[in-house]
């Protein structure tokens, strides 16, 4: 069965601290993404993966920063956390064309930024 | 570039009643759909997708999807609802050509009656 994994469900931070959300696949997916759902505005693309130690910029990269140093791991790094960033994060992954493949969703990190 | 639209931020049924959900996309070819649900607290998981061939397609937990180019649509339906069935329906276009990255609609949040 296929797993995608974030390392926590739920988050509290406080404003200005150094936020990491990592999100493991097991799957050997060449993509992997991270998503941001708000209320409202359905999920919005922050950073996608295409290949280790590749990323591609999302609509809403601001504020973030991302790593994949190893295939099945896609970290995403909030250098310094505000409160505009509370929200609920959703990582993914997909072999091949994401634009036509299933994506794979893990079960999402809500963060908090207090 | 596509784009995806869900009318309806919230749809009500009663347990046992017909539900269709809607979606209208916008791309230049044919696109390749996908209908993802999201139950409470979870993250996305696959219902169906289209991309060729017979236009009615069949999903899982008993869901059906039917593409029309003409209407530029792939409403979701299933023919007798459960309570179970509540929680956030996705509709999302992907494209060929190297494209990667999937647009999602904002979400129509199911609603189910006793």
């Known amino acids: 069965d296929v797993k995608v994994t974030q390392s926590s469900r739920y988050l509290v931070k406080r404003t200005g601290e150094k936020v990491f959300l990592e999100c493991v696949q097991d799957?050997?997916?060449?993509?992997m993404f991270w998503y941001r759902q708000d209320p409202g505005l359905g999920l919005r693309l922050i950073y996608f993966?295409?290949?280790?130690?590749?990323?591609e910029k999302g609509d809403i990269p601001e504020g973030y920063s991302v790593s994949r140093e190893k295939k099945e791991r896609f970290s995403l790094i909030l250098e310094s956390a505000s409160t505009n960033q509370t929200s609920m994060y959703l990582c993914?992954?997909?072999?091949?064309?994401?634009?036509?493949?299933?994506?794979?969703f893990g079960p999402g990190t809500r963060l908090t930024v207090l | 570039a596509q784009s995806v639209t869900q009318p309806d931020i919230h749809i009500t049924v009663s347990e046992g009643a017909s539900l269709e959900l809607r979606c209208n996309y916008s791309y230049g070819a044919t696109p390749y759909l996908f209908w993802y649900v999201q139950s409470p607290g979870q993250g996305l998981q696959l219902l169906l997708k289209y991309f060729s061939g017979d236009t009615l397609v069949q999903g899982i937990k008993g869901f059906e999807a039917e593409f029309k180019r003409s209407q530029s649509s792939f409403n979701l339906r299933k023919p007798s609802v459960h309570w179970s069935d509540a929680a956030e329906y996705f509709c999302?276009?992907?494209?060929?050509?190297?494209?990667?990255?999937?647009?999602f609609g904002r979400g129509t949040s199911l609603i189910v009656h006793p």
């Open positions: 999302a276009v992907g494209a060929t050509g190297g494209s990667y990255i999937p647009t």
């Open positions: 993914a992954s997909t072999s091949g064309g994401a634009g036509t493949d299933t994506q794979y």
């Open positions: 799957m050997d997916h060449e993509n």
């Open positions: 993966s295409y290949d280790v130690k590749m990323k």
